[in-house]
């Protein structure tokens, strides 16, 4: 009967720690798909903008300025568009949003519990039409991160 009890403690140990490894890997998982999905998303706006203003949106975060249909010529008017992008404390996370706090980007899902660490759009020294952007995003479940960053070319400064 002892024998069989430790047998059955180490195969819970075993199991559990299977589990706990099973649900850290989707955390981590999930971690980087938010972060991909929410920076490509971002990237894209930014190519299709002409300039950024940083720092001019609520909280931490840009205005990413261009037009509303990018495949007109300069020759032929047309209104801008304002996209904001900032960061946003919500229910003990921060989380990235686009345009209104109704629906962000990051966060939205209870096991990862993403909270965005780092978000920004630097003007580069030497050349002021590339934007260095970069977002960093945290899982409080794992406490592990993962960054993406790229640099974009404007031709309008």
């Keep these: 009967m002892p024998m ?37 998303l971002v990237t894209e706006d930014v190519l ?3 300039y950024i203003e940083v720092g001019k949106s609520q909280g931490e975060g840009f205005y990413i300025i261009g ?5 007109y010529n300069d ?9 904001s992008y900032w960061l946003h404390s919500m229910a003990g996370l921060v989380k990235l949003v686009r345009g209104s706090v109704d629906a962000p980007l990051t966060g939205d899902h209870t096991l990862a519990q993403v909270t965005i660490v780092e978000f920004s759009a630097v003007r580069d020294e030497h050349y002021p039409q590339v934007y260095k952007l970069r977002l960093t995003g945290r899982s409080e479940m794992t406490k592990h991160e993962y960054t993406m960053c790229t640099a974009v070319y404007l031709p309008n400064p």
């Design 4 to 40: 069989l009890v430790v047998l059955l403690m180490s195969v819970t140990g075993l199991f559990m720690f299977c589990m706990r490894t099973y649900f850290y890997q989707l955390a981590d998982g999930e971690l980087v798909q938010e972060v991909q999905g929410a920076f490509s």
């Design 48 to 50: 299709n903008g002409q």
């Design 67 to 71: 037009r509303r249909n990018p495949l």
């Design 75 to 83: 020759s032929r008017p047309d209104e801008l568009k304002k996209e």
